[in-house]
């Protein structure tokens, strides 16, 4: 039956392959020149490191905001003085250890103490999206998350592959899903570009995303979270997750790379193999526990993870830049489906 299935899939896929290749086309405009050139302005000492709450996080937000603004992306939140690209919330500075070790966490201002009140900095996602044509009301979440461990004394960590390079991921296929739609590309569905705060302090900015709903949760299709895919060379990439929810994501993944990318797709890391669990341990992981099928894209751990080590010049662009491609195809066949998973 799964050979059908993909025989299926293949079918439709080279068909439509053959009598054009519109998402080809819109994956050319990802460059490696403009990954290097986001991660330069993220990573640089000027953003001192992106530190949840502190003015290099704010820096990042509006220098997200402002590419959304220019691709020509809407503000996905509603406020009392119109649309906003950010979603702002309150956090108490420390985070939480681990995910969800804490049986509820408070995030407004009312539910906290006012002497506790100082304890806790503003911070902010950064969501755009573009309308879907036939189904507007079905969502596909591209995110990463932008935040980092900011800075201690005079060291700053630059979360260059940590997560700069899933942050220019995240903008560069905003920007060819932007292209499409500027040249009269119909997208069938919505799709939401989130772009994270507080990962670092334990998925904060995604938890909040999902537990102060602007959206109902059975309305999101499939969330594609990219963390950290800048190292490691350029042959391969971590899968986590994408079989969790559903079969079908990971053999749609699959069938993408097949056709487009040939990266060497990495399963290992996936749920039940590994002690530490990689897919409780980014965004992702708020999507999957709603039931939304939900994969995290890795490029696999280095030594200078969570190091001010982690710098722009050891990044592997060619390998990012195949990566980025690959959740570029992923996205524009999740967003065109017939019907969602
Ligand atoms: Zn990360």
Request: net charge negative.
């Amino acid at each position: 039956m799964k050979r059908v299935v993909v025989f299926l899939y293949l079918v439709l896929f080279v068909s439509c392959r053959s009598q054009n290749s519109i998402p080809e086309k819109y994956a050319n405009t990802i460059k490696q020149d403009d990954l290097y050139n986001y991660i330069s302005v993220l990573a640089s000492d000027s953003l001192e490191g992106r530190g949840t709450g502190t003015k290099g996080q704010k820096s990042a937000a509006i220098f997200i905001k402002n590419k959304f603004e220019k691709f020509g992306l809407l503000p996905w939140i509603k406020t009392k003085n119109g649309n906003s690209y950010f979603q702002e919330f309150k956090m108490h500075k420390k985070g939480i250890k681990k995910p969800f070790d804490l049986p509820m966490f408070l995030w407004n201002e009312k539910e906290v103490d006012e002497d506790e009140l100082s304890n806790y900095v503003e911070t902010e996602n950064v969501l755009g999206y573009i309308k879907g044509s036939e189904k507007e009301n079905e969502y596909i979440i591209i995110s990463a998350h932008y935040d980092h461990l900011g800075r201690y004394e005079d060291k700053i960590f630059y979360g260059a592959d940590d997560n700069a390079s899933g942050t220019s991921a995240l903008l560069e296929i905003a920007e060819a899903f932007s292209i499409a739609l500027k040249e009269n590309y119909k997208f069938k569905r919505s799709v939401i570009f989130a772009a994270f705060t507080g990962e670092e302090k334990g998925l904060l900015g995604s938890r909040y995303f999902m537990e102060y709903p602007t959206i109902e949760s059975t309305k999101i299709a499939a969330n594609l979270n990219i963390d950290m895919i800048g190292r490691n060379g350029d042959e391969f990439v971590n899968v986590i997750g994408a079989s969790i929810i559903t079969p079908k994501l990971e053999e749609l993944i699959e069938n993408v790379n097949d056709l487009y990318v040939d990266l060497r797709l990495d399963y290992s890391l996936d749920e039940g193999s590994t002690p530490s669990s990689l897919y409780k341990r980014s965004d992702q992981y708020n999507f999957a526990r709603f039931g939304i099928p939900a994969v995290f894209f890795y490029g696999g751990y280095h030594s200078d993870y969570h190091r001010t080590s982690d710098t722009i010049d050891k990044i592997n662009f060619s390998g990012l830049s195949k990566r980025t491609i690959l959740i570029f195809h992923t996205a524009w066949e999740l967003v065109n489906m017939k019907e969602r998973f």
